[in-house]
């Protein structure tokens, strides 16, 4: 993984170690993705805590807290879960920052409310709390890739 993938990558890392910030993340669709973006920039360890892989809901309600009523009436697939998710990376970590993601990478799992591509990214952070909804299309790889893209600019608007 490199900043030719993700090209504002080195920036973010940047912006992170000057202000002495630190983040976590809480991944669903990404799968780790997101993570090992961040963590392959030298010097990662200035400002990557760690993170939580919450493929299951019984994951996101035990490790992150997320409300199992959350999931049940909005859905896996939703702001209200990917804000209780960065929330939650945010608490198990001491992290400054936490991002999530969760959503419908395909190719199968789509719904006509929630087709392919559906993608919520959450941010927890100083002062702000926020969540982004991408409507991705392509492969499974793509959409993965597009989506930790979308997460890390979501990161680096912040700061």
């Known amino acids: 993984m490199d900043s030719d993938k993700f090209p504002h990558l080195e920036q973010l890392a940047r912006a992170l170690i000057a202000r002495h910030h630190t983040v976590a993340v809480a991944e669903s669709c990404t799968g780790g993705l997101l993570g090992g973006a961040l963590t392959s920039q030298p010097g ?3 400002y990557f805590i760690g993170g939580i892989l919450a493929y299951a809901n019984s994951v996101k309600i035990e490790l992150l807290g997320v409300s199992e009523d959350v999931i049940r009436t909005e859905g896996a697939v939703s702001a209200p879960v990917a804000m209780a998710m960065a929330r939650g990376a ?6 400054d920052w936490a991002l999530a993601t969760t959503g419908i990478a395909g190719p199968g ?12 990214i959450g941010i927890v952070g100083p002062a702000v709390s926020d969540s982004v909804c ?5 492969s ?5 890739e597009n989506t930790v893209e979308a997460a890390i600019d979501v990161l680096l608007t912040h700061l």
Do not use: F, H, M
């Open 44 to 46: 990662s360890s200035a």
């Open 90 to 95: 945010c608490t198990a970590t001491g992290a």
């Open 109 to 120: 799992g789509g719904t006509p409310d929630k087709p392919v591509g559906t993608v919520w």
């Open 134 to 138: 991408l409507g991705l299309s392509g």
């Open 140 to 144: 499974r790889r793509e959409i993965r």
